[in-house]
């Protein structure tokens, strides 16, 4: 019963994972043809379904961590889903003003081509058992280029936001209300960007600790 078990575990996470590595994909193949032929200000309208659907896929990620079925942490993988859901719906997907900023383009490359590496890797590794080493050098080594720059045009993203945020008055909750609560979306932005501050630099030591951990397990091996 086991072996039924872990033979459709690895099944469906094979499955799970080529799929949105062929959203990625097309996220990544989108916003270089826009950016050729058309410019920055129009990689969002381009990118948009694939983006919104790749990105949102990754809820599932934190599921997987919660009944078992992946052994990766969720104190590691929540805070990471969690910004990028916030940056991809709260900020791009709520307020269009923000769309053309030239953080789009390198936003979605830097995401595209982590999550393209990134699902690949598992993918190969559920259906074979295993990943060639220069997948895998590639898995734990991109994140050096690839997490500054997404980080850095989140955080961005979001700063720029915030005059369009502060504007349109949208999510907040004023009061007087029946739950005597309110709630101001344009400080809860802020608050996002705090959080940032501390936890950039902890995900990235968190990487370096995996880098080291995998890469010498697999001269080991």
């Known amino acids: 019963m ?3 078990f872990e ?3 690895r099944l469906y996470l094979t499955l799970y994972n080529w799929t949105v590595f062929v959203g990625w994909a097309q996220v990544l193949f ?3 043809r826009t950016l050729k032929e058309s410019g920055h200000e129009h ?3 381009s990118v948009e379904k694939p983006l919104l659907l790749a990105q949102t896929a990754a809820v599932l990620e934190i599921l997987h961590g919660l009944v078992g079925l992946v052994r990766s942490p969720i104190t590691a993988t929540l805070p990471q889903i969690g910004s990028r859901l916030y940056v991809t719906w709260g900020i791009l997907y709520s307020f269009p003003e923000i769309r053309t900023h030239f953080l789009v383009s390198s936003l979605v ?3 595209s081509i982590t999550e393209i590496i990134r699902y690949s890797f598992f993918g190969t590794k559920e259906a074979l058992g295993f990943a060639p080493s220069w997948l895998m050098w590639l898995r734990y080594s991109t994140f050096f280029l690839l997490y500054p720059t997404g980080i ?3 955080v961005g993203l979001i700063y720029f936001a915030l005059p369009y945020i502060k504007k ?3 999510y907040c909750v004023r009061m007087p209300n029946t739950w005597n609560f309110s709630f101001d979306y344009f400080y809860a932005a802020i608050l996002v960007l705090g959080v940032y ?3 950039s630099p902890h995900m990235y030591s968190y990487m370096l600790g995996q880098r080291k951990k995998a890469l010498s397990k697999s001269k080991r091996e």
Do not use: F, Q
């Open 30 to 32: 989108l916003a270089v």
């Open 109 to 111: 490359i830097s995401w």
């Open 2 to 4: 086991a072996g039924v």
């Open 197 to 199: 501050v501390p936890g």
């Open 168 to 170: 349109s008055d949208k």
């Open 43 to 45: 990689v969002y309208n």
């Open 7 to 9: 033979l459709l575990r």
């Open 152 to 154: 850095s045009s989140e």
